[in-house]
Each structure stands twice: as C-alpha cells, then as structure tokens.
C-alpha cells in the first residue's frame, strides 16, 4: 500500500516551460488535493476534485490547471512556468470513511529559474 | 481576509516540558479543526481532529481544546521529548462541506535536551 504517491521529487524549469505534476493514490479516495507550501505562508490550496471528472479552484489557483480523468490520479499542469512558481507540492487525499482526515504525499520540489 | 495564524515564532523548549501552540482563525466557523505534524521534508501527517461540540480531546501525550468563542485552538504537547520536534500545523474546512480544507502557517517546535 503506498498511499499517495507524487511525481517527480524534484524538477527544475526555465521561465516559460510548462510541466505536469502527477499524483496517484491506491486507497479509493474521493478527494484529492493539491497544495503549495511556501516559507511563511504555510500550506495553500491550488485546486482540489471531489469525485472522478470534477475539479475546483482552491485559495491560489492562477496560473495553475488540474485534471481528474482517473480516480486514483489528480495531475497538476503548469503551462508557462513562472519564478514565482518555485515551491514545494503537496498532493493530499481523503475519504468520507476516513473522518476526514487527510493523506499527503511526500512533496515535490519545483524550482523555476 | 480570511485567515489561520500560528504561533509566528518558532518554538523552544525544554525536555519533559509542556509545549503549547495556537491556532487563530478568522472570518471561519468551523465545526471541526485538525492538527498535522510535519517533519523536514515530509508530507503533514494528521493528528488530532476536535469537533466544536467537543471542549477537548486527547491522544496519548497530545491535548487539543477548542474554543469557537474565541475563535482559537490550542495544541498542547505534555512531558515533551526531542522526538516530538516538527513543525505543527492546523487546519479547518471553511465550508464545513469537508471538500476544502486550508491550513495556518504552522509552528517549528524544537525541543532540546
């Protein structure tokens, strides 16, 4: 069981390329999210899906596209990479059952130059 | 603005002390707020999970309150240990529809020897 699982761990970019995040998770969660954490500003939604095929902006969606085609996959795209893109992604998962608690994976690391 | 503060300077204390970490919000009424632990480059790992109905909850060392009154949580760790040094983190579901949760900016505890 490897819970939720993101690729890749690190990526560097040029301003202007465009990437995809991909985050897979085997435990038939519902919900899957995606956040950017940032020194001092703690952890922020980008977007977040409720069910397969459904997707919704969080706090910091700008610049920022999403998509649920699978269940168990929730891909994050950016398509004209910015320096003020560099952070570290977290994707997170939940289910009804889980009494809401949520399950993050281990982060990746995204540096725009 | 809508907001989650954190204790905004890390945290240092003695071993076998209790340490204490709020949670302010604003502009939220939250029916339930969680606590994650996240350790240097990792994934948050959920904690504790206190419903508004309930004054308080306790797992093993840890004790969270709430107080909707207040707007305030606080998080307390009892007979600390060098093993619980982490960044601590709360977090609520602004619309109580458990599709979105957002997080405050977290707390760096460092307990010493």
């Known amino acids: 069981n490897a819970g939720v699982t993101q690729t890749p761990k690190f990526r560097v970019l040029k301003t202007g390329q465009s990437m995809t995040l991909l985050c897979a998770q085997d435990m038939n969660h519902e919900y899957m999210y995606w956040y950017r954490q940032d020194p001092g500003m703690g952890l922020r939604l980008i977007h977040y899906?409720?069910?397969?095929?459904?997707?919704a902006k969080g706090e910091v969606p700008d610049g920022y596209n999403v998509s649920r085609l699978k269940k168990q996959n929730f891909l994050l795209g950016l398509e004209s990479a910015a320096p003020s893109q560099t952070s570290v992604y977290f994707c997170?998962?939940?289910?009804?059952?889980?009494?809401?608690?949520?399950?993050f994976g281990e982060g990746s690391w995204l540096t725009v130059v | 603005s809508q907001k989650i503060e954190q204790n905004s300077e890390a945290l240092n204390i003695q071993e076998g002390k209790t340490a204490t970490l709020t949670c302010n919000y604003t502009?939220?009424?939250?029916?339930?707020l969680q606590w994650y632990r996240q350790d240097p480059g990792r994934g948050p790992v959920f904690l504790l999970l206190?419903?508004?109905?309930?004054k308080e909850k306790r797992k093993e060392r840890l004790k969270v309150t709430f107080d909707t009154t207040l707007k305030q949580s606080l998080f307390h760790i009892t007979a600390s240990q060098p093993a619980d040094s982490a960044t601590y983190l709360c977090?609520?579901?602004?619309?109580?529809?458990?599709?979105?949760?957002?997080f405050g900016t977290g707390t760096s505890l460092t307990v010493i020897p």
């Open positions: 997170a998962s939940k289910t009804w059952s889980s009494g809401n608690t949520i399950y």
């Open positions: 502009n939220y009424s939250p029916a339930y």
């Open positions: 206190i419903r508004e109905n309930e």
């Open positions: 977090a609520l579901d602004p619309t109580n529809t458990g599709n979105q949760f957002y």
């Open positions: 899906s409720v069910g397969e095929g459904t997707t």
